[in-house]
């Protein structure tokens, strides 16, 4: 396993940004975020919504939690664990 960022710019690959593994980068290069600059700015809900349009499929919702993660760690947040999210994206979307 790479070297993981401790901060959003030292983030100098997908892979590089934490809980970002090589699997998770390949649904976020489908959804067209090349590098980790894309995701300053993005909805990680829509991210998820998109991806899941575009496969087909519902993908499992700790994706959606480390999507959180990723755009969170890349506006400044601490590189939290993506499990650390999962109680607020059981609110958010419960209120959607």
């Not at 892979?15 to 993005?42: F, M, T």
Request: charged share 20%; net charge negative; glycine share 6%.
């Amino acid at each position: 396993m790479g070297h993981k960022a401790k901060h959003a710019d030292e983030a100098t690959t997908l892979e590089s940004i934490p809980n970002v593994g090589p699997s998770i980068a390949a649904d976020l290069r489908q959804l067209d975020i090349r590098v980790p600059a894309d995701l300053v700015g993005q909805d990680p809900y829509v991210l998820y919504q998109d991806l899941c349009i575009q496969t087909g499929t519902r993908h499992d919702p700790c994706l959606l939690d480390t999507f959180i993660a990723a755009t969170r760690f890349m506006a400044g947040a601490p590189p939290y664990p993506w499990w650390h999210y999962t109680a607020e994206r059981k609110r958010t979307l419960k209120t959607a």
